[in-house]
């Protein structure tokens, strides 16, 4: 079991523009974040989609999806994500949702269901691990869920897709994540014109 986090992430560190919003999911400027992995036949697939490129990135958000037993998310991140996922959302496994705000477990078509967790980090982390069988857990964003996780030491790798762009403005990644020194592993990298994607596991 194995719990990693993969992140789409400028060169300068943002995971999302300036002005988040429902209409506005990415912030401002984000584009470059998040619209190459639009054009991959595996992201696409898993949205329901048809066509894409069969390229090295595909294959990579392919291994992820096959990888991943069940996802952690924030609430943020669903709610920006609940309209465009829909009936049928890529997950295919169970999310767990952060949240101060209790709410009905939804089960939706594909395998996907999002439980709402309202006890913390931990709860939410040892739900999922449960659920994942001997899959992998996904902490799957935002910034702010992931710097908890990071925080308390509970992720074992880490994948950045770092995108060739600079935003100077937006939600930080590696912003409170403490001061104590993390050893990493270098444990792969990938290099394609979309992106580097950059694989690496905390030294415990
Ligand atoms: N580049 C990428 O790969 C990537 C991936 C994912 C997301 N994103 C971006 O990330 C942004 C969202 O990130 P974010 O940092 O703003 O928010 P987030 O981490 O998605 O969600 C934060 C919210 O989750 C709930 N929460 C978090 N920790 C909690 C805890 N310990 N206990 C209870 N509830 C907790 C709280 O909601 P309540 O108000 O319900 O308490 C909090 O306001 C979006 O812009 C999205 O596009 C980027």
Redesign the pocket.
Known sequence: MTVTSD???TLDGY??GPN?SLDN???DGAEP??EWIHTLASWRQRQGMTGGEENRDSELIREWFDATGAVV??????D?GEEFWGDNPPFKTPVFV????PRPTLVKEGGTTFTFV?D??HSALDQAKAAAGDRNVDI??????VQ?YLREGLIDELQLHVVPALLGAG?RLFDGIGAEQRNLEAVGVVDTPLATHLKYRFVK
């Open positions: 992140m789409a992430i995971i999302a988040v999911p990415g912030g974040i998040f998310m924030g609430r943020t991140m669903y920006l952060l949240t101060h705000r309202t913390g980090i799957a964003g935002g910034a702010d869920t908890q939600l």
